[in-house]
């Protein structure tokens, strides 16, 4: 599937009666990369899951290119072509890597497993060692690993940097960095490590309790020292 847009309108979402976003509204183009920015609890996590169809959804509209997926299970969104990599890194523990990627081939051809492996050649060395048996960085690249082998047009990565040492971030971003090239993907990233979004994304986003605050370009959002400090509580970026 090519990358396709991603059109959100006024998404207001919860757990229960617990409302998180509120009235939440931006778009990205087809293969642009999105950086979702803002401080813990602001609800970063919550609006990858709503657009992944897995919270309570009040109000609003999500489209993928031409596809109102509002009202999809999240299983129809993913044949959409919506990719999710969820914060807590889905690898099945008893199974192989190899095996945990035959999960995201869907029907594939088994000779697919080779987009997985030229993007990580790490779990090439790994295919026959257990989920259980792998590091964080290398369940990070295999929950990664197994939404690509289904080809989304739409990829959502949640904090995939999350407890990694810098030597493991940077292989993974820079692996992110070569999806994104392909033009075959839209891309969000929720990330914690704002630099490094930054350098990634071609456009930010960030949220203060659960509210679109500030849209622009990482540029943008680098000379605006005010909003760095007030939404990210960081001192200033570079
Ligand atoms: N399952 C849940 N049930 C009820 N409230 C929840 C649930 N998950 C998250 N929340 C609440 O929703 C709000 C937003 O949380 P969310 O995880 O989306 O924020 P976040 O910006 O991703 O934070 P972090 O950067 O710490 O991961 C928080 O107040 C959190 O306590």
């Not at 401080?39 to 009040?58: C, P, V």
């Not at 047009?153 to 030597?167: I, Q």
């Amino acid at each position: 599937m090519p990358a396709t847009p991603l059109e959100v309108e006024n998404l207001s979402a919860g757990y229960g009666p617990t409302r998180v976003l509120d009235g939440v509204s931006f778009s990205v183009p087809a293969g642009a990369r999105l950086a979702v920015l803002g401080r813990n609890g602001m609800g970063k996590t919550t609006l990858l899951a709503t657009l992944a169809g897995q919270t309570k959804r009040y109000d609003g509209t999500i489209r993928i290119g031409a596809a109102d997926v509002t009202g999809m299970p999240s299983a129809a969104r993913a044949h959409k072509g919506l990719g999710y990599v969820p914060q807590a890194r889905c690898v099945f523990p008893t199974l192989t890597v190899e095996e945990n990627l035959f999960v995201g081939l869907k029907g594939r051809a088994k000779s697919a497993l080779d987009e997985a492996y030229d993007m990580f050649p790490r779990l090439k060395e790994r295919r026959r060692n257990l989920g259980n048996q792998l590091s964080g960085g290398e369940q990070q690249m295999l929950s990664t690993a197994r939404t690509i082998l289904g080809r989304p047009s739409v990829l959502l990565l949640d904090e995939p940097l999350e407890g990694l040492a810098p030597v493991i971030c940077e292989e993974l971003m820079a692996a992110f960095a070569e999806l994104a090239k392909t033009g075959d993907m839209t891309i969000l990233l929720v990330e914690q490590r704002i630099q490094s979004a930054l350098d990634f994304a071609d456009h930010v986003i960030v949220l203060e309790r659960g509210r679109l605050a500030w849209a622009g370009t990482p540029k943008a959002l680098s000379d605006d020292q005010d909003a760095v400090e007030r939404l990210l509580g960081v001192g200033g970026l570079h």
